[in-house]
């Protein structure tokens, strides 16, 4: 089971909903991720390098019908930090249904 832990680099809203969107599949092009949040190129770029840095996100270039593609996926790593991070909200959710 994994330990329930807030995790500040994965809270905002935007690297929440990535790794969200990361942990159902192996992987996701850049663009199919920028789409499905609704955001900008720049505001994806970013999010990811922050995410990338701690370790949670990996970054892979492939090239296709001669067009280079970039494709994320969350590390072993980073699928345990969203599931500490899950556990930990679930846990904060349970406290306020409680009250």
Same mark, same amino acid.
Request: aromatic share 8%.
């Given at each position: 089971m994994t330990e329930a832990r807030f995790d500040e680099i994965i809270h905002p809203a935007n690297?929440?909903? $990535?790794c969200a969107i990361l942990a159902a599949s192996?992987?996701?092009?850049?663009?199919?991720v920028q789409e499905t949040l609704g955001i900008s190129d720049s505001v994806l770029s970013k999010q990811v390098k922050i995410l990338q840095r701690a370790?949670? &996100? #990996?970054? #892979? +270039? +492939? #090239?296709?019908?001669?067009?280079?593609? #970039?494709? &994320?996926?969350l590390s072993s790593s980073g699928r345990e930090a969203l599931a500490?991070? &899950?556990?930990?909200? /679930? /846990? $904060?959710?349970?406290?306020a249904d409680s009250a």
């Open positions: 690297r929440l909903q $990535i192996d992987s996701m092009a850049f663009s199919a370790g949670y &996100l #990996t970054v #892979t +270039k +492939k #090239t296709s019908n001669s067009h280079l593609r #970039t494709w &994320l996926s500490g991070h &899950l556990a930990e909200l /679930r /846990r $904060i959710a349970d406290l």
